[in-house]
């Protein structure tokens, strides 16, 4: 089993930064894919951010491309979204999700490829 925590989440101003860390403990894994999810108030969860472990490969949703970052430090089991140039519709409980297994890049973004899921942290962009 693989625990998930996210912290970092919190309210910042419409062009404002956050990072988002997600430690991940319990089983010990070195490759498999970590990723960020996000869920709106009345709408469905959906994929923000993903990073292979083995190669730092990244896939990113189109409407946080060039303003998210994803990144991991495998020594610390940690992954890391920087979010910057927030907008108010980024406002979202964003969930850390992993899986150990060696996924194709092209699945990254589906919710059913990650086996572990975080509780969420949310995020509030006020305009």
């Known amino acids: 089993q693989v625990q998930l925590v996210e912290s970092g989440g919190g309210l910042v101003q419409a062009g404002g930064s956050l990072r988002l860390s997600c430690a991940a403990s319990?089983?010990?894994?070195?490759?498999?894919?970590m990723g960020w999810f996000r869920q709106a108030p009345g709408k469905e969860r959906e994929f923000v951010a993903g990073?292979?472990?083995?190669?730092?490969?990244?896939a990113y949703a189109e409407s946080v491309k060039g303003r998210f970052a994803i990144s991991r430090d495998n020594g610390k089991n940690t992954v890391y979204l920087q979010m910057n140039a927030l907008k108010p519709e980024d406002t979202a409980v964003y969930y850390c999700?992993?899986?150990?297994?060696?996924?194709?890049?092209?699945?990254?973004?589906?919710?059913?490829?990650?086996?572990?899921w975080g509780q969420g942290t949310q995020v509030t962009v006020s305009s």
């Open positions: 990073i292979r472990r083995s190669d730092g490969g990244t």
């Open positions: 319990g089983r010990t894994f070195s490759g498999g894919v």
């Open positions: 999700a992993a899986t150990t297994r060696p996924i194709i890049m092209g699945l990254v973004p589906r919710q059913s490829a990650y086996d572990y």
